[in-house]
């Protein structure tokens, strides 16, 4: 098969590691991928939000499945760009349609799907400019902290966990009425805050079918302990200590069955990924968020864990078959430590020689490239989160000291990574 994978960071750079290791694979592209996608297949500089860009390579070279890494080219609609023109409806898409991808890019969209569903969720009403006056008073009554959520894609940052009243009617105002992160906040969703620890489900579904992948805990903030201010992610986990078979059958039957079959019930199709944030409260799972894609850099500690051939599962979704498919998973612990440029998550420079990749061989460690690009014969930075390593071994401790241990082999001005990603579990 030809493959064409959408985007270009650690998530597309493990995806096109695991494509490459398929003998189902002839030839693998990536738009547009960075300078680690390239050790497996081929760049084409097609941005992943220009699809007729996208339909066209596909059409000259023959693919047959497209893969879509990110979720911004699923929540415009790039499942039904290829399905609705007849001549790239036969590319398998790995993707949901755009109303499916709607759990991810509409917060209001997603809980009123699981209110739908009875799915556990905290419990929250939704406001824009017409009911402002009614959001301020339901502000006012709130118990503390309350979590407001830009309905729209924010690129991460539209969550707000306000410790005081007066910060979330300002915040509020700020969203609604100025704007703050754009089209997105123009809804809100207020809600409870849950106190637990967090998980991420990852579940592969065909539309009426599904596999639960390997779950992950990430590290969402810069500093060490869960400290300072939000990113992308810093680091990851995988399997995650307290998810054992008794907690997984609760999160199938209360949240991963009732998603499928609503996602089912409303003939929202959706044959991809669905990244399932939960919160756990004493032992009961409650969704915090639906992603339609993999998370970054969750990829990078759940795919190295599954053995399975993944073109094998990607076509067996695509056909509609994967009742057929078992995954198999490694028993191995994987923690992936990510080195950003020096600012991240504020303003950081770009375009720093990295060194050291040459030098990095070491058994059970992989390095994946998140914003990197290639100039002659340098690895340039070329984004806030740049390399992630992730490590194999037999206890989060052990994995992490790894991982870390590469990453004092490679160097770039001003790189930073926490040393602690796994901490409260070693
Ligand atoms: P999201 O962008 O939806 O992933 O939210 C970002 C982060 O905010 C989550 O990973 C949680 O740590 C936190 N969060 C979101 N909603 C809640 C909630 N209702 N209660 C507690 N924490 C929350
Ligand atoms: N690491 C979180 C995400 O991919 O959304």
Redesign the pocket.
Known sequence: MNLLLVGGGGREHTLAWKINQSPLCDKLFIAPGNAGTAQFGTNVSIGMNNFAGLADFCLANTIDMLIVGPEEPLVKGIYNFFKDNPATAHIQVIGPSKEASQLEGS?AFAKAFMQRHNIPT?AYKEFDAANYEAGIDYIRKHTL?I?L?ADGLAA?K??L?CTNHIEALAEFQLMIHHSKFGEASKRVVI?????GI?VSVFVLTDGINYVVLPEAKDY?RIGIGETGP?TGGMGAVSPVPFVDAAYMEIVTKTIIEPTINGLQKEALEYKGFVFI?L?NVNGQP?V??YNCRLGDPETEVIIPRVENDIIEILAATAQQRLNEITIVTSKQIAVTVMAVSGGYPNEYETGKIISGLADTKLEGTIVFHAGTKQAGNDVLTAGGRVIAVTSLGDSIAEAAEQSNYMLEQIYFDGMYYREDIGFEFR
């Open positions: 917060k905290a902290p979590v959520k991460g539209g969550v966990i809600e409870e805050f849950l106190y967090e969402k939000n944030g919160i409650f915090i968020e």
